[in-house]
């Protein structure tokens, strides 16, 4: 990857997080917390999390906010929060994906609002991110559902693949408290950084040179459209108010339409 990318400066990137990562008295407010902070949100479907009054709150909440939404996808496994892998076969992965973006884009609808967005959660994210064959069966799918729809996913050879090959918009996701190898794969065995210093020396280091210190002390060039603030972390709101003090966040589509020269 570092022999394909060049060192580049990041002048405007999208910060995105979920939303609706409740389902029934398991709630999680402090999601909440968030919005005033990104420039879009992913907003649970019903499967791996979030129930019908829960998405609702979300989409208002959103629209209140003026913030670009999107679908948060994920294997049907609630008790496990779509942490564990699902073995599915083509069909069954590509009619999972169709029915949650669906139910998503039908809902925004009745508050006459669009998504922009698709998003895996999860075991659904990981797996999308190793296997070039499930990445590619939820392309599919998206592009069913709209073909404007953007596809959000872990930064690396695999998305670009699956762009060039599917003819589908990706955004490239940076995680701040990640860490990852020379190839910018993410180490799932490793612990999540939550030290908010060290956090926002990574992101002017990923916004001057588009790289991220790798697992072995060196540093690794990466695709970089979007940031993921997780609510799992315990400094993600003092993260996040210090990242927005460095760049101010924008949506994937805007950011494209700065690029283009269509807006100024």
Not at 2 to 27: P, W
Not at 139 to 149: E, F
Not at 220 to 226: E, F, G, N, R, S
């Amino acid at each position: 990857m570092q022999n394909v990318l060049e060192r580049k400066q990041i002048k405007n990137i999208d910060f995105n997080c979920d939303l609706a990562q409740s389902f029934g008295i398991y709630k999680n407010n402090s999601e909440y917390d968030l919005l005033d902070y990104v420039s879009s949100v992913n907003i649970s479907c019903g499967f791996h999390a979030g129930d019908p009054l829960t998405i609702k709150q979300a989409l208002l909440r959103a629209k209140e906010k003026n913030i670009v939404i999107g679908a948060h996808i994920g294997f049907d496994d609630i008790q496990g929060f779509g942490y564990r892998q699902m073995d599915l076969d083509e069909d069954e992965l590509d009619a999972l994906v169709m029915y949650q973006v669906g139910a998503l884009m039908t809902f925004a609808k009745s508050y006459n609002m669009e998504i922009e967005h698709v998003r895996p959660h999860g075991a659904m994210y990981k797996l999308a991110f190793e296997d070039i064959e499930t990445s590619r069966t939820i392309a599919k799918a998206i592009k069913k559902c709209s073909q404007w729809l953007v596809y959000y996913g872990a930064t690396g050879n695999v998305l670009s693949q699956i762009s060039e090959e599917e003819n589908i918009q990706v955004a490239h996701e940076v995680h701040l408290e990640k860490m990852y190898d020379s190839e910018a794969n993410i180490v799932y065995s490793a612990k999540d950084l939550e030290n908010t210093e060290l956090s926002i020396r990574r992101l002017k280091d990923l916004l001057n040179n588009s790289q991220v210190t790798n697992n072995i002390g060196e540093k690794t060039i990466v695709k970089a459209d979007t940031i993921h603030f997780s609510n799992k972390l315990s400094n993600v709101k003092e993260l996040i108010v210090q990242a927005k003090d460095i760049v101010s966040p924008l949506p994937y589509n805007y950011k494209n339409a700065l690029n283009s020269g269509w807006v100024e």
